[in-house]
């Protein structure tokens, strides 16, 4: 085989496995229940926040965020 054939061939079985390629989609998580419905006697929920609440668990988020804010940190230290 020649060399041009050679380098022919490699050429059509790149541009054949590129077409072979897979759609790469996205695809989202399915949540079965509300992130606030918790687990009743869950032992790794915080002190004070209601199962079911929604506003309360917002609450905790936030201040579970700002726990973790390394500008709000520093200013209490």
């Known amino acids: 085989m020649s060399l041009k054939t050679t380098v022919a061939l490699l050429g059509l079985v790149t541009l ?3 077409c072979s390629e897979k759609p790469q989609t996205a695809h989202t998580r399915k949540s079965d ?3 606030w419905s918790g687990a009743p006697g869950d032992p ?3 002190p004070g926040w209601k199962a079911g609440d929604q506003a309360s668990w ?3 988020m936030r ?3 700002q726990g973790q804010n390394e500008y709000s940190r520093a ?3």
Request: zero cysteines; aromatic letters at 6%; a neutral charge.
């Open 16 to 18: 054949l496995a590129a």
């Open 44 to 46: 790794y929920s915080v």
């Open 63 to 65: 201040t579970r965020a």
């Open 75 to 77: 200013t209490t230290q």
């Open 33 to 35: 229940s509300q992130a």
């Open 58 to 60: 917002e609450q905790q």
